[in-house]
């Protein structure tokens, strides 16, 4: 246990298993484990600011990172807010969105945001098991969190148009999720980073994670489009001006 403090935790506080192989998200025709931290309860904002730069992420009330038995594909992606700069399309993202309305709300249930949400899976993830039309997954996923979160959501006059789910760490924001309406070439995913980047710059964090990067998912390409940004390789962050080679 050793590798997952800076500082210490008690050994009988944290512990991971490995859970049964199941079907990769990301890419087909793989099977993909994880290593989850128990008990649930135990995690809390501090602990798990050590444990994302350690590589793991939340997904609700669980703390995992990728474990697959023959594969690393999956690599943990993080933005140092003070040395990114966009270039012309985020440039021009941000000028097209800059006018929507910003709510920065706790997790709770609010008037369009699950609609939002199922539209979402619906067009981006028909056919992956995310896209059931079931409330109580939306509650667990996006409202149950153990450390300190925030939603984010965006409107263009009274249409809801985004929102983002973020983990609120001393050093730090986590992308958790974001689900967004499916208007033609209007670049809502883009516009989130940028508004978390420098949201995190307001608030004096030093960087935004993404979660993992897939070099051969396509959904993923987005992530290394904001530049530069860092790679956990090992136990060490390394800072890329470009995409690495897969």
Same mark, same amino acid.
């Given at each position: 246990?050793?590798?997952?403090? #800076? ?6 506080? /944290?512990?991971? +298993? ?7 998200? +990301? ?12 008990? &649930?309860?135990?995690? *809390? ?31 943990? &992606? ?12 985020? #440039? ?6 800059? =006018?929507?309305?910003?709510?920065? &709300?706790?997790?709770?249930? +609010?008037?369009?945001?699950?609609? &939002?949400?199922?539209?979402?899976? /619906?067009?981006?993830?028909? =056919?992956? =098991?995310?896209?059931? *039309?079931?409330?109580? *997954? ?12 925030? /939603? ?7 249409? /809801? ?9 001393? *050093? ?9 309406? =499916? ?64």
């Amino acid at each position: 246990m050793s590798d997952l403090r #800076r500082p210490p935790l008690p050994e009988r506080v /944290l512990q991971l +298993y490995a859970t049964a192989s199941y079907p990769c998200s +990301y890419l087909p025709e793989q099977t993909a484990r994880s290593q989850v931290v128990v008990p &649930l309860d135990v995690v *809390d904002t501090g602990i798990y600011a050590q444990l994302i730069a350690k590589g793991f992420r939340r997904s609700g009330s669980t703390t995992y990172r990728p474990w697959c038995d023959n594969c690393r594909a999956c690599v943990p &992606l993080r933005i140092p807010v003070d040395n990114f700069s966009p270039n012309r399309s985020q #440039r021009r993202a941000w000028r097209q969105h800059e =006018g929507l309305s910003v709510r920065v &709300l706790p997790l709770e249930e +609010y008037p369009g945001h699950y609609a &939002l949400y199922r539209d979402y899976q /619906l067009a981006r993830h028909a =056919g992956c =098991g995310m896209d059931k *039309d079931d409330p109580e *997954d939306y509650r667990s996923f996006i409202l149950q969190s153990p450390v300190d979160a925030m /939603l984010v959501e965006f409107r263009e006059g009274d249409v /809801l148009k985004m929102v983002a789910l973020l983990d609120v760490l001393p *050093d730090a924001l986590s992308a958790v999720y974001t689900f967004y309406a =499916g208007d033609a070439g209007a670049a809502y995913g883009t516009f989130a980073v940028l508004w978390q980047i420098a949201f995190a710059r307001q608030t004096g964090r030093r960087h935004v994670y993404l979660g993992y990067w897939i070099a051969e998912s396509s959904k993923m390409h987005y992530k290394t489009r904001f530049r530069p940004y860092e790679i956990l390789q090992g136990d060490r962050w390394v800072r890329c001006a470009e995409t690495p080679h897969a």
